[in-house]
């Protein structure tokens, strides 16, 4: 991965981090299921109407927008909003990594290599060891494991997105925001009623309904739109099990935001922890892992023959008079004839 994609994959780190604290306002005040259905609304509306069909299959778009979209956010939404710490959220959800990884290898047939290996292990410790000291263990079990099929989701539209292939993934994101939109409505009506829509009207006469508005302008352009879309060009530049352990490092940026906000301080646990996330992610992102890399190497470092230039070139054919044309002349053959001034001689 070159330096300024790096730099880009370091930019998607921030953004997301910041991403929950948004999320967090967005659920104070909007159901969970309303709040997912509006965020992508916001973005599917004007997307139907100006932007352009990507030219990709479509069960990959219908997969990522499933994977990535619908179930990813419905199962954050709903771990959130049943009590898991926001925190913890942000770290569990990175689970998608090692996810993505085995489908990658399972479906993609990306090879690892164990400079990878090693370094998701390491910081799958880390965020084992946040995890801990965050009181993952008195944690209830059911949304821990809304979190996990959250990027277990998160991985498939990984996986959809690597399959689709597309030219501009910028659009391919984009249109991905349309498929969950009315699923999530659909949903919201059954579960929350429909007095979820009337949340609408107090989101601008409340302190918290000001904050909700704020985290969702945040949640769509900057969470989605930015970071999703640059998010989406990397994997469809790299691996996905390049990509993927990038996330890891969220969770780090998350508990920084709510130190720096909200005035709470990382234990001693969260500090080690993070460390160790980071160097893992960052040596699990550096290896090459893929058929695909290991090709583009040998190509750049394998020595090309040389071509030899021919020592005579044919001439080109010309016409004559008549129309006929006459045959490319060659050398002639043996040793060369002398004049006749020089034979009389």
């Known amino acids: ?36 259905g509006l965020r992508f609304a916001v973005i599917a509306v004007p997307v139907v109407m100006f932007v352009p069909r990507p030219q990709v299959p479509l069960r990959w778009l219908l997969l990522y927008g499933a994977g990535f979209g619908f179930a990813q ?22 689970s998608s990594a090692p996810f ?15 400079v990878r290996l090693a370094g998701l292990v390491v910081a799958v410790i880390g965020m084992t060891i946040v995890a801990l000291g965050r009181g ?41 925001c349309v498929v969950p939109v009315l699923p999530f409505f659909g949903i919201s009506w059954l579960v929350e009623g429909p007095h979820a829509w009337s949340t609408l009207g107090t989101a601008v006469t409340t ?12 949640v769509v352009l900057a ?48 500090l080690l922890g993070g460390v160790i996330v980071v160097l893992g992610a960052l040596a ?16 750049h470092t394998r020595r090309e023959p040389v071509e030899h230039s021919p020592t005579w070139e044919p001439a080109q054919e010309s016409p004559h008079a008549d129309g006929s044309r006459c045959a490319p002349r060659r050398p ?3 040793r060369p004839r002398r004049p006749d001034a020089v034979r009389a001689r």
């Not at 953004?15 to 299921?33: Q, V």
């Not at 956010?73 to 990175?94: D, K, R, Y």
């Open 100 to 114: 993505t990884v085995l489908l990658a290898a399972l479906f993609l047939r990306e090879r690892l290599d164990a």
């Open 207 to 218: 302190v918290d309904g000001g904050l909700a508005l704020a985290g969702l302008a945040y």
């Open 73 to 94: 956010f419905g199962f954050l939404f709903w771990a959130m909003e049943a009590g898991l710490p926001t925190g913890l959220a942000s770290l569990v959800l990175q």
């Open 223 to 270: 969470g989605t739109i930015a970071g999703t879309g640059i998010y989406a060009s990397l994997l469809s530049r790299y691996p996905a099990g390049t990509v993927a352990p990038l996330s890891l490092m969220v969770p780090v940026v998350g508990f920084s935001v709510a130190w720096i906000t909200l005035g709470e301080r990382p234990a001693p646990s969260d």
């Open 284 to 299: 699990a992102q550096g290896g090459l892992g893929s058929v695909t890399s290991r090709t583009l190497l040998r190509r």
């Open 1 to 36: 991965m070159s330096f300024r994609d790096r730099l880009l994959a370091l930019t998607v780190v921030v953004l997301w981090g910041c991403n929950f604290l948004a999320i967090r306002f967005g659920l104070d005040h909007f159901p969970p299921f309303f709040f997912a």
């Open 136 to 176: 993952a263990a008195d944690a209830s079990l059911f949304p821990l494991a809304l979190a996990v099929l959250a990027g277990l989701s998160w991985a498939v539209g990984n996986i959809a997105t690597r399959r689709a292939d597309a030219t501009d993934p910028m659009r391919l994101m984009l249109w991905m």
């Open 332 to 334: 002639p053959r043996g």
